[in-house]
T-cell receptor, first 111, second 115 residues
Framework: NAGVTQTPKFQVLKTGQSMTLQCAQDMNHNSMYWYRQDPGMGLRLIYYSASEGTTDKGEVPNGYNVSRLNKREFSLRLESAAPSQTSVYFC??????????FGPGTRLTVT | AQSVTQLGSHVSVSEGALVLLRCNYSSSVPPYLFWYVQYPNQGLQLLLKYTSAATLVKGINGFEAEFKKSETSFHLTKPSAHMSDAAEYFCAVSKASGGSYIPTFGRGTSLIVHP
């Protein structure tokens, strides 16, 4: 089992460009999450999806959109990238006792 | 809103010494509590979790944490540090909010282990 996978691993964008970060899980979990990690800030929740067909904003949703394509896949889209969105992005699922299972991350640089 | 405070962004210990990483949370109702570890260039991995059973929770790699409701604390300890324990550690709480359980993470503590 692959667990939680993310693509791409690295990405460099110019300001104003768009891109979609992909996340897929084979753990059959209902809830999925997108976080960003910045030095000294811990993990901050961008969006989450409690089940297929539902999405909700987290702490820092501005500048992002999400799609819960099916139970397995949860994508994060940056419509017009800004340097402030330079970060490491993690996708996660939630297990039966509310523990989180993380993907390996996407390191995004916006110039 | 709930919050998680990790005291000390960096903790430095010698190999073989006691490891103590502090975590306090703010919540009127005991939430679910977690510790995660992150090695360089990797995602976070679950170290241990408290879900209202025993107050002393044992995790992987010899770590344990004690839930103290009166102190709203969930400190992480390990009797003897190993070089391989050097990593970033995150405390997290998960509490019900509008039908979902929303996690909140502390800012992390970097554990440095000296030979």
């Amino acid at each position: 089992n692959a667990g939680v996978t993310q693509t791409p691993k690295f990405q460099v964008l110019k300001t104003g460009q768009s891109m979609t970060l992909q996340c897929a899980q084979d753990m059959n979990h209902n809830s999925m999450y997108w976080y960003r990690q910045d030095p000294g800030m811990g993990l901050r929740l961008i969006y989450y999806s409690a089940s297929e067909g539902t999405t909700d904003k987290g702490e820092v949703p501005n500048g992002y959109n999400v799609s819960r394509l099916n139970k397995r896949e949860f994508s994060l889209r940056l419509e017009s990238a800004a340097p402030s969105q330079t970060s490491v992005y993690f996708c996660a699922t939630e297990g039966a006792r509310y523990e989180q299972y993380f993907g390996p991350g996407t390191r995004l640089t916006v110039t | 809103a709930q919050s998680v405070t990790q005291l000390g962004s960096h903790v430095s210990v010698s190999e073989g010494a006691l490891v103590l990483l502090r975590c306090n949370y703010s919540s009127s109702v005991p939430p679910y509590l977690f510790w995660y570890v992150q090695y360089p260039n990797q995602g976070l991995q679950l170290l241990l979790k408290y879900t209202s059973a025993a107050t002393l929770v044992k995790g992987i790699n010899g770590f344990e944490a004690e839930f103290k409701k009166s102190e709203t604390s969930f400190h992480l300890t390990k009797p003897s540090a190993h070089m391989s324990d050097a990593a970033e550690y995150f405390c997290a709480v998960s509490k019900a909010s509008g039908g979902s359980y929303i996690p909140t993470f502390g800012r992390g503590t970097s554990l440095i282990v000296h030979p």
